[in-house]
């Protein structure tokens, strides 16, 4: 299953943009949030929890899901340990659907 992620900082920014993008990359579903980056982000954490090998995570820009550079790291390593595709729009050339170390 391919799952968007969608964050904005505050109730003055739009989804749209994303939402367009996520929906064109054929995202089958998408998980929205209002919530900056420094605060918890529970929609973001429940979608996490839930993917499983062979799912795909989809954002438009790496930022969408760390607070930061080392978050996302972290983050991207973990979802390539559990077999989960991370796909960032805007880094097309990002490869995170390997774990270049197995094998």
């Known amino acids: 299953m391919r799952y968007g992620y969608a964050r904005v900082s ?46 795909e995570l989809v954002v438009t820009e790496l930022d969408r899901l760390g607070r930061s550079t080392g978050e996302a790291v972290l983050l991207i390593d973990d979802l390539i340990r559990r077999g989960v595709v991370l796909r960032v729009l805007a880094l097309p050339s990002l490869d995170a659907a390997t774990d270049h170390d197995a094998g």
Not at 12 to 18: D, F, G, K
């Open 10 to 55: 505050s109730e003055e920014q739009s989804l749209a943009r994303q939402r367009s993008q996520l929906f064109a990359a054929g995202c089958d579903q998408l998980v929205e949030e209002v919530q900056s980056g420094v605060r918890a982000r529970h929609r973001l954490d429940r979608l996490l929890a839930g993917l499983n090998a062979g799912d």
